[in-house]
């Protein structure tokens, strides 16, 4: 029987597609989905286990936890707030650092270098003990007392590292853009600051904004050191949660509801953070 090639229409057997692989943000939902599901029901099998093991005349795990949740919800809220005023103003100092990174003048470039190498290499604990002991409580300008709270002092303690990083993203971001556009630049007659502002930095901003989301990713979860020099953060509360009611079974419930705050959190920017890098194609 000879066989060959037609130009007629053929009609081929069916064949069932293969399943879609999860791609895209597909599969990193239903990750930190499976995640948090996994926390919960490592949370509620602490919740259980500290019902069980609970004095018999004493409160059931799930009232205490109940009464003491809005408390560390507010002290983790704060703890967002310090991440917040924190990025701000590390972010503001370490663009202006960045770009002087990048400054003709050698001496000014030099020491923004200088700087952001201390500052980044720092221990943030340790910069956060400087602001708050060498920072005074207050300022007297013209006859006012200002107070200069705890808090304020650990936002400034916490910029120091986070603008330091703040100026390597952006340094990285500028020395990303070929030097084609500089030269480009320069043949119409635009000066260096024209050229920053108008040209390099607009194509440089979207780079920048991965690592950006990253560093304040990780900023959150270290707003927790706050507490370690006495601010009433979300730590701070459940610590002082579990002294007031002196049951140590409740340690493992109430620490993994503060984690289950700051997971439910930190996670979505992590995932918005490889999205925008993909979309970007921003390389590691």
């Known amino acids: 029987m000879r066989t060959g090639s037609t130009d007629l229409a ?18 990193p939902v239903l990750l930190g989905g ?23 005349a004493g409160e059931s795990a799930v009232t205490v936890l109940l009464r003491w949740a809005p408390l560390i919800f507010q002290g983790f809220l704060f703890n967002i707030l310090i991440s917040f005023l924190s990025m701000a103003l590390g972010t503001i100092v370490g663009l202006l650092v960045g770009i002087a990174q990048v ?5 000014l470039r030099k020491s923004a270098w200088g700087l952001t190498q201390f500052f980044r290499n ?11 002991f060498l920072l005074p409580f207050e300022f007297r300008i013209f ?5 200069f709270p705890a808090w304020v002092k650990a936002i400034i303690g916490l910029a120091l590292p986070v603008a330091a990083n703040v100026s390597e993203i ?9 030097a084609g556009q500089w030269e480009s630049a320069e043949a119409l007659a635009f000066t260096r600051r024209q ?24 900023l959150t979860m270290a707003t927790t050191l706050i507490s370690v020099v006495g601010i009433q953060d979300g730590l701070t509360i459940t610590r002082a949660a579990l002294v007031a009611e002196s049951r140590p079974e409740l340690m493992i419930p109430m620490y993994l509801l ?17 999205a925008l890098e993909r979309r970007f194609n921003v390389k590691a």
Not at 17 to 24: K, Q, V
Not at 103 to 107: D, F, G, M, Y
Not at 259 to 272: E, V
């Open 122 to 132: 720092a221990p943030w604990l340790v910069l956060l003990f400087y602001a708050m």
């Open 170 to 178: 952006v340094r990285g971001g500028i020395r990303s853009i070929p």
């Open 143 to 147: 006859g006012l007392t200002i107070a």
């Open 103 to 107: 400054s003709l003048a050698s001496a």
């Open 34 to 56: 499976g995640t948090l599901a996994a926390f919960a029901i490592l949370f509620g099998a602490s919740l259980a286990l500290a019902q069980v093991t609970a004095r018999p």
């Open 10 to 27: 053929v009609l081929l057997p069916y064949r069932a597609p293969a399943p879609i692989a999860p791609s895209g943000m597909a599969a």
């Open 195 to 218: 050229t920053m502002w108008m040209i390099i930095l607009p194509q440089a901003f979207k780079r920048m904004i991965p690592p950006w989301m990253n560093l304040y990713a990780i």
């Open 258 to 274: 503060l984690l289950l705050m700051f997971f439910a959190y930190c996670y979505p920017i992590a995932r918005a953070t490889l």
